[in-house]
C-alpha cells in the first residue's frame, strides 16, 4: 500500500514557504480550539436556562370572576335550550344542540331524559330563571382543563308542564327554587368554554329562600 | 343454587315483589325515572329536588303523586297507589330486594336515610348529617386551621440519579402527590377533606429554591435522556453533600355528608421527608477494557 504522504514531498519551495506561515495560524487555531471544547467557559458557571416560567402553562381564566362569567354564560345556554326543548320551541328530534353544552361525560343523562321527557308526550309553557350564582372553586386540573363549581339558585316557578291533553301536571309539590351546585369542565377545544358536568342540589343550608 | 322444590316459594317471593312494585309511585326497572337534570326538575322527576331544605324524615312518595307516570315513559306502573302503599322512608329501611342499587342510592339517600353505605359504587364510611347542621350553611368559613384532625399526607420525593449529581448537568427531582381524601370531624360534624396538590417548593439545598406547579417525573416517564433538563431538575454548580426539602402546597376543599365541595380558606403546606444528594465532578479517562468486567484494570 502507498503512503499518499510521499506524493508531496516533491512539493515546490513556493509551496513549502506558504506551508511555514500557515501552519503556525493553523495550529493556534485549533489550539484555541481545543482549549474551547477543554474549558467551555471559565467564567460563566454551567448552569441550565431558566425553564420554568417558559414551561409553565398560564391559567385558562385570569380570576375567579372570569370563570364565574363563562360559567354563568354557559348555564344560560344550557337552561335555554332545555326550556326550548320542554317548550317545544326547538326541534325535539335535533339533540345536537346539547352536545355542544354538556360535557361528554354527563351527555347520556342528559338524553336520556330528553328522550323520555318526549316521549311522554308531554310539553312545558314558560321559562326558567336561575339567581344567586356564586363561585365555589375553579382549578385548572391539567393542562388545558378546567373544572368549575357553582352555588345558584334555579326557579322553576314560571314554567308548567302539561299532558298530552293539556292538562297541567306539574308535581303539586315541585320545588320552585331549589339550590343547586352546577360543576362544569373546559371543552376539549376551547379550554375558555365551559360545558355542564353535574348538577347537584345543595343540600346545605337553603339559600334560595 | 335453588332446588327444585324451591321453585314455588322463588315463584311466590316473586309475585310479591312484582304486587309490591304496583305500590312504588315509580317503576323497578326504569332507572331513567330519576333525573336530575335542569329538565327534570321541571318536569317533578328529581326526588333528591323535592326533599331538598325538608328537614328530617322526607316522605318522597308523595312528590310523585300528581305525576302520571312521572314522566318516563315508563311502564305504566307508576302513579296510583302513591300514599296508600308503602312509603318510601318505609322501602328505605328495608331496601333489600325492592330497590335496584340504583334506586336504592338516588331515592334512599335523599332523606336522612342511613342506606348511604349501601351503594356499591360509592361505600362511604360517613352518612349525611342525621341532625340538622349548623354550621353546614355556606355562610361557614373554614380555615386550613380547621383541619387538624385531617393531615394531608406527606408526599413521597425522588430524584436521579439515585443519591448523587453531577457538578454542571441537571439531576432530575420529582415527588408523587395526587389528589387524596380524608374523613373526619371537622367542627364537630362528620366530613370529607380533600387535598389537591397545587404547588410544589424544592429546596436544593446549596441555596437554590425553585417554586414549581408541577410535580416532575422521572426521565424515562418524561421520554428523556439521561442528565436532561426537566421543568423540576437542578443543576448544582460545586461538589458536596447537599439535604434538599420540599414543602407540597395543597389546596383544601371540605363536605358534610354527601354535599358538594366547598373551598377551605388558606392553603396547607405539608413538608416532605427531605433526603441527601452528593455532587461529585465528572471525569473522563481511557481505561484498557470495561470496568465493570475488571475493576483492577489499568485505568480503572
Known sequence: MRNPSRRHSSASPMTRAARFFVAPFLAVGLLSGCLATVNPNATDPPTAAPLPEA????????SNEEALAAALEAYAAYTKASDGFVTNEIDRNDLSVFETLVSPRYLPDILDGLESFSKSGRRGMGKSEFDTASIVSYADVTDG???VDLY?????SAIRVFDANGVDVTPPDRPDRVPLQVGFVSKVSDPTKLLIDREDSWRGQDFCH | MARPRFLPLILICLASLLELSSYLPFPLSASSVVDCSHLGRINGTCPEANGVSNGSGVDLTAGYAGGSGGGSGGTGQSGGRAGSGASLAEICADPSGRLTSEQEWNLCATGDFSVISRHPEWPPTINAP?????????????TVTDLTNFPAAPASSSMEPNGWAVVGLPANFWVAASVHTGEGLLLGQPAQVRFTPINFRWTYGDGSVRSSATAGASWTDLGAVEFAETATSHVYNHRGTFTVGLIVDYRADYSFGDQGWRPVEGTVTVPSA???VVAATESTVLVAEDCRANPRGPGC
Do not use: H, M, N, R
Open chain 1, 55 to 62: 414551561t409553565e402553562a398560564s391559567p385558562i381564566f385570569a
Open chain 1, 145 to 147: 382543563k378546567a373544572e
Open chain 1, 152 to 156: 345558584l339558585c334555579s326557579d322553576y
Open chain 2, 130 to 142: 342525621t341532625t340538622p347542621c349548623a354550621v353546614c350553611s355556606t355562610d361557614t368559613i373554614i
Open chain 2, 274 to 276: 427531605p433526603f441527601s
